[in-house]
């Protein structure tokens, strides 16, 4: 079962910057497409950015311009950079883990305010 470490999520300012991060252990991590996704009160999950094992990226429209997924095999860490944050931006990131199936990270709470 994969385990998953995730930090970095706090509360910043309209504009402000971010970068989360994610270990994952207990899984032969360059296997793995590794992804944030986000849930914002009320809403659905989506997807915010997946990487492939040999970097490959994939954003969702809203972030696009603005985050940047990024991945260090050597350390079983994937990162989320977040600029130029919005209000909108406001949710619980979770760290995913896709081979097959998909593993959950335990969410990280990011807030943004204006």
């Known amino acids: 079962q994969v385990q998953f470490v995730e930090s970095g999520g706090g509360l910043v300012q309209l504009g402000g910057s971010l970068r989360l991060s994610c270990a994952a252990s207990r899984i032969i991590f360059v296997n793995y497409v590794m992804g944030w996704y986000r849930q914002a009160p009320g809403k659905q999950r989506e997807l915010v950015a997946i990487i492939s094992s040999g970097g490959s990226t994939n954003y969702g429209d809203s972030v696009k311009g603005r985050f940047t997924i990024s991945r260090d095999n050597a350390k079983n860490t994937v990162y989320l950079q977040m600029n130029s944050l919005k209000p909108e931006d406001t949710a619980v990131y979770y760290c995913?883990?896709?081979?097959?199936?998909?593993?959950w990270g335990q969410g990280t709470q990011v807030t943004v305010s204006s």
């Open positions: 995913a883990a896709t081979r097959g199936s998909t593993s």
